[in-house]
């Protein structure tokens, strides 16, 4: 049973640091890209960060030179450090497969929000 389990969120003033975390189980993790996503209440969830197999990189503008996303493939882990937040980074942030793999696996994700 493929799981995922997003940490690291929390509340920040803009301009401030926060540094995500996903455990990913019961799925071959070496194999797949990684994503870091977020939604906005009401709106569809949308990729931010990708890492693929090979280490690549991949960013949305709005947080590329913001967001670093990294891999732990020995402890099936995938990581996003977020600098410099904007009040529009506010959303709920989950990790998953790039693209989703696993049909309706989902994690709860995880709260941030950024608001002076």
């Known amino acids: 049973q493929v799981q995922l389990v997003e940490s690291g969120g929390g509340m920040v003033q803009p301009g401030g640091t926060l540094r995500l975390s996903c455990k990913a189980s019961g799925l071959t993790f070496g194999i797949h890209p990684m994503g870091w996503y977020r939604q906005v209440r009401d709106k569809e969830r949308e990729l931010v960060a990708t890492i693929f197999t090979s280490g690549r990189t991949n960013y949305k503008d709005f947080v590329q030179g913001r967001f670093d996303i990294t891999r732990d493939n020995d402890k099936e882990m995938t990581y996003l450090q977020m600098d410099n937040l904007k009040p529009e980074d506010t959303a709920v942030y989950f990790c998953?497969?790039?693209?989703?793999?696993?049909?309706?696996?989902w994690g709860q994700g995880t709260q941030v929000t950024v608001s002076s």
């Open positions: 998953n497969t790039v693209p989703p793999y696993f049909e309706g696996v």
